[in-house]
């Protein structure tokens, strides 16, 4: 079994960081993409920020130059560094990972969340 936690939002002012982690534990025998992806009540999950295996990254253009993404493969561990936070950034923000559990065998796996509200 294979499961991911987030860890890190909170309650911050405008302009100020947060820094998201998430982490993947269970039998693991690969991880290749991982991602952050967000969303608020009535909307459909949006996505923010990816990195692949091999480092490459993508943003959303809504983040692009404020959020960084970065993962340590040793620790199976994905972060968002979130910069210049404004109230547009309030949403919950899901991790996302594919993970191969053994050869030929891949899944895409979403933890249950964390809150970032960011107030004005």
């Known amino acids: 079994q294979v499961r991911l936690v987030e860890s890190g939002g909170g309650l911050v002012q405008a302009g100020e960081s947060l820094r998201l982690s998430c982490t993947a534990s269970?039998?693991?025998?690969?991880?290749?993409?991982m991602g952050w992806y967000r969303q608020a009540p009535g909307y459909e999950r949006e996505f923010v920020a990816t990195?692949?295996?091999?480092?490459?990254?993508n943003y959303a253009d809504s983040v692009k130059g404020r959020f960084t993404i970065s993962r340590d493969s040793a620790e199976k561990s994905v972060y968002l560094q979130m910069n210049s936070l404004n109230p547009g950034d309030t949403f919950v923000y899901y991790c996302k990972a594919v993970i191969s559990s053994r050869p030929g065998s891949w899944f895409e796996y979403w933890g249950r969340g964390t809150q970032v509200t960011v107030s004005s």
């Open positions: 990195i692949t295996a091999g480092g490459s990254t």
């Open positions: 269970g039998t693991i025998r690969s991880i290749g993409a």
